[in-house]
């Protein structure tokens, strides 16, 4: 009986104080992470409205005027308001 009764313990002794993780184990546990965050990420987007909802007409708009700015500061013409105009008109 004694004999039996020490096994046991040691068995829960060495899983009770498992000491440092190893890399193996943090990387696992960082990967689990990661991909959570990559889910609400991805919560979010659907929620703003992925691919075509207001923030990206909005930020395609800006793209759209600022490249009109440096086309006419090449060519040396002066920069007009009316290009933010056209811009919405488009989109």
Known sequence: ????KRKI???RHI???KGR???GELRKKNEKKNYAKKKDYRKMKEKK???NGEAKKEKLMRNEEKNRK???MKKGEEIEKDD???VRAKL
């Open 84 to 86: 933010k105009e056209e």
């Open 70 to 72: 440096k086309e006419r």
């Open 21 to 23: 993780k190893t890399k």
């Open 1 to 4: 009986m004694r004999i039996v």
């Open 49 to 51: 409205g992925g691919e």
């Open 9 to 11: 313990n040691k068995k």
């Open 15 to 17: 899983n009770e104080n």
